[in-house]
């Protein structure tokens, strides 16, 4: 099946830093990938979506110069927390989905940040 | 965002019992739906899906029933394990771009 990996799988960091977070497709191209931001015990939030070589799509409520997004390669997205402070310490997934609309989206095994 | 509580809906089952999770999603306009198991610090693995134009697939253990009337969606376990403990999410596919996940049930499975 499809394989997603996210790196890290853990972070912790100072409060003003800036993370980046990997997504990548090791076994298929995606043409599509989403960034999700799940908190404890609550349901996951897309965050944005990103088509590889164009800027990304986010959602509403979502600080796109504080969330950067980059989908340089077919193979790999990252998501930069940049200024990062402890209310952005959350479980971050992404998704990647090859082809189109009606294809299925294979998930990342999610990265932990933890902003001190 | 959507505002949820901190406290997820739970279902404690024996093992070998049968469980049924809910899910009642919330636009009419969606036409694919997916169940998802997300073990404790995992992402979500793809459980079994629907389309709009069916009302019920079955898998391995597993049978999704779709009730596009009251907008309601289930997960049927069969015979559940141990291993099936974990957040159930269903989510909604909106004009198949985008995926919005549901608020999710914790099964507890004890042995």
């Known amino acids: 099946g499809a394989v997603v990996s996210q790196h890290p799988s853990r972070v912790i960091c100072k409060s003003g830093t800036s993370v980046k977070i990997e997504c990548r497709s090791l076994?298929?191209?995606?043409?599509?990938m989403f960034w999700y931001r799940q908190f404890p015990k609550q349901s996951l939030m897309l965050m944005a979506t990103?088509?590889?070589?164009?800027?990304?799509?986010?959602e509403q409520g979502v600080e796109k110069d504080k969330f950067l997004i980059n989908h340089a390669s077919l193979t790999l997205s990252t998501l930069t927390v940049t200024s990062a402070h402890p209310e952005d310490s959350s479980f971050y997934i992404c998704?990647?989905?090859?082809?189109?609309?009606?294809?299925?989206?294979?998930f990342g095994p999610g990265t932990r940040l933890t902003v001190l | 965002g959507e505002s949820v509580g901190l406290h997820l809906p739970t279902l404690s089952v024996q093992e070998g019992d049968n469980s049924i999770i809910n899910c009642a999603y919330s636009?009419?306009?969606?036409?694919?739906f997916i169940w998802y198991k997300q073990e404790s610090g995992k992402g979500p693995q793809f459980i079994i899906d629907?389309?709009?134009?069916?009302d019920k697939r079955q898998g391995q253990r597993v049978t999704v029933l779709l009730n596009k009337t009251v907008k309601h969606l289930s997960l049927q376990i069969a015979a559940t394990q141990p291993g099936d403990s974990a957040v159930y999410f269903c989510?909604?596919?909106?004009?198949?771009?985008?995926?919005?996940f549901g608020k999710g049930t914790m099964l507890l499975v004890s042995p």
């Open positions: 990103s088509n590889e070589g164009s800027k990304a799509t986010y």
């Open positions: 629907i389309r709009s134009n069916m």
């Open positions: 989510a909604e596919n909106r004009g198949y771009s985008t995926l919005t």
């Open positions: 636009n009419s306009a969606s036409d694919y």
């Open positions: 076994d298929f191209q995606a043409t599509t």
């Open positions: 998704s990647a989905r090859w082809g189109g609309t009606d294809n299925e989206q294979f």
